[in-house]
């Protein structure tokens, strides 16, 4: 039983060991590591801003566009628009869409009221010539109202009249969109009336 409990310990206190070495005592290297190893040769975590890195190398700082994401940074730039090909402005947008809607009053109220609608693609490509079509529907009465009017106004805008609410209280209002080359897409937006 005393050869057990001497075992057990001794797996205790390495085990305790090898995640204190790793946590910065000890020379600071791959071995010893998971983060990285500062100016000063200490173990840090590895996922600050000034001092990001993994693996037991040296900590680097990443520039002002650029965020420490798993010990490595990261551009923030925003994503190529044309998905990254050399086809530039005549690029085609790309799947998933992405929906912004405006709405006009805002916050909405009785009656007739328009959305704007921005319409691109994941890659960030307006989507041109696009069918846009609208409905409302208020969840807590189980009832819509009629459809609004969407038509195109050009580089990726459309706009929907007459979104109507007919009561007070929350609304969605939701968007389908397709256009050539497959494209399609939904989005659900909600609203107050109040």
Same mark, same amino acid.
């Given at each position: ?39 000063? *040769?200490?173990?840090? +975590? =590895? ?8 693996? &037991?190398?040296?900590?680097?700082? !990443? @520039? ?64 041109? *010539?696009?069918?846009? +079509? =609208? ?8 009832? &819509?109202?009629?459809?609004?009017? !969407? @038509? ?43």
């Amino acid at each position: 039983m005393r050869i057990v409990r001497w075992s057990l310990l001794g797996f205790l206190v390495g085990g305790l060991t090898a995640v204190v070495s790793s946590c910065g005592s000890g020379p600071c290297g791959p071995s010893t590591c998971f983060g990285c190893c500062d100016a000063s *040769g200490q173990c840090v +975590s =590895g996922t600050d801003q000034s001092v990001c890195g993994t693996q &037991g190398g040296a900590c680097s700082a !990443c @520039s002002a566009e650029q965020v420490c994401k798993v010990g490595v940074c990261t551009s923030t730039a925003a994503p190529v628009q044309d998905g990254g090909t050399d086809a530039g402005a005549n690029a085609a947008p790309t799947m998933p869409l992405t929906f912004t809607a405006t709405i006009t009053p805002d916050p909405p109220i009785l009656g007739s009221n328009k959305l704007k609608v921005i319409l691109t693609g994941a890659n960030g490509v307006a989507v041109t *010539g696009a069918t846009l +079509s =609208g409905s409302t529907f208020m969840p807590a009465m189980g009832h &819509g109202s009629p459809a609004p009017t !969407c @038509s195109e106004v050009g580089g990726g805008e459309y706009k929907c009249l007459n979104v109507r609410f007919t009561m007070y209280g929350g609304w969605q209002v939701t968007l389908d969109a397709s256009a050539a080359g497959g494209l399609s897409g939904q989005q659900v937006f909600d609203y107050a009336v109040n």
